[in-house]
T-cell receptor, first 113, second 117 residues
Framework: GQQLNQSPQSMFIQEGEDVSMNCTSS?????WLWYKQDPGEGPVLLIA?????ELTSNGRLTAQFGITRKDSFLNISASIPSDVGIYFC?????????????FGQGTTLQVKP | EAGVAQSPRYKIIEKRQSVAFWCNPI?????LYWYQQILGQGPKLLIQ????????DSQLPKDRFSAERLKGVDSTLKIQPAKLEDSAVYLC???????????????FGPGTRLTVL
């Protein structure tokens, strides 16, 4: 089946540093979504990307939809302690009039104050 | 606007017992999803409803899992009988419409953490 390869698996950084994570696939997706999950909670949508090449920002977060439609990256600038959590990429496939969300394995981010 | 509601938040059962989870989606959202998230992994879709009809249940272990959304609003996911490998977080999500065409962002509830002993 379709799989997303998300990297890195985990990151431990100093507060104030920038962070970059990416997601690749052998399949094409029509939409890329980036979610953050805190312990004991469900994933929360951070950024949605709809067009190949699209670059979208949400505060300190920036994400891009790869030109090939097979990859996406997420950058976090000037990290702060509350950025700690697990970040998931998700690609939306389509078949006729239905869509299916495929998730990556997640990137665990830890920020040292 | 209220988010996706799920209950219970935690459940501990012994193998071979039955368990049921409940989900109430965001008001007006036609599409409802149940996901299974095993520790250390991303969520995996179990079943997708459009109103009260099943759109995709290809990854639902139908010998033990069942789900319904009788009135097109809230939904119940049941496991009977449970196995050790069913220990996971069960997430419910909803969206205004199906993922394609158009924008099908999914909004998640807090999940139910199931432990099977």
């Amino acid at each position: 089946g379709q799989q997303l390869n998300q990297s890195p698996q985990s990151m431990f950084i100093q507060e104030g540093e920038d962070v970059s994570m990416n997601c690749t696939s052998s399949s094409i997706f029509n939409t890329w979504l980036w979610y953050k999950q805190d312990p004991g909670e469900g994933p929360v949508l951070l950024i949605a990307l709809y067009k190949a090449g699209e670059l979208t920002s949400n505060g300190r977060l920036t994400a891009q939809f790869g030109i090939t439609r097979k990859d996406s990256f997420l950058n976090i600038s000037a990290s702060i302690p509350s950025d700690v959590g697990i970040y998931f990429c998700a690609g939306l496939t389509s078949s006729g009039n239905t869509g299916k969300l495929i998730f990556g394995q997640g990137t665990t981010l830890q920020v040292k104050p | 606007e209220a988010g996706v509601a799920q209950s219970p938040r935690y459940k501990i059962i012994e193998k071979r017992q039955s368990v049921a989870f409940w989900c109430n989606p965001i008001s007006g959202h036609a599409t409802l999803y149940w996901y299974q998230q095993i520790l250390g992994q991303g969520p995996k879709l179990l079943i997708q409803f459009q109103n009260n009809g099943v759109v995709d249940d290809s990854q639902l272990p139908k010998d033990r899992f069942s789900a319904e959304r009788l009135k097109g609003v809230d939904s119940t996911l049941k496991i009977q009988p449970a196995k050790l490998e069913d220990s996971a977080v069960y997430l419910c999500a909803s969206s205004l419409r199906q993922g394609y065409p158009g924008r099908g962002e999914q909004f998640f509830g807090p999940g139910t953490r199931l432990t099977v002993l």
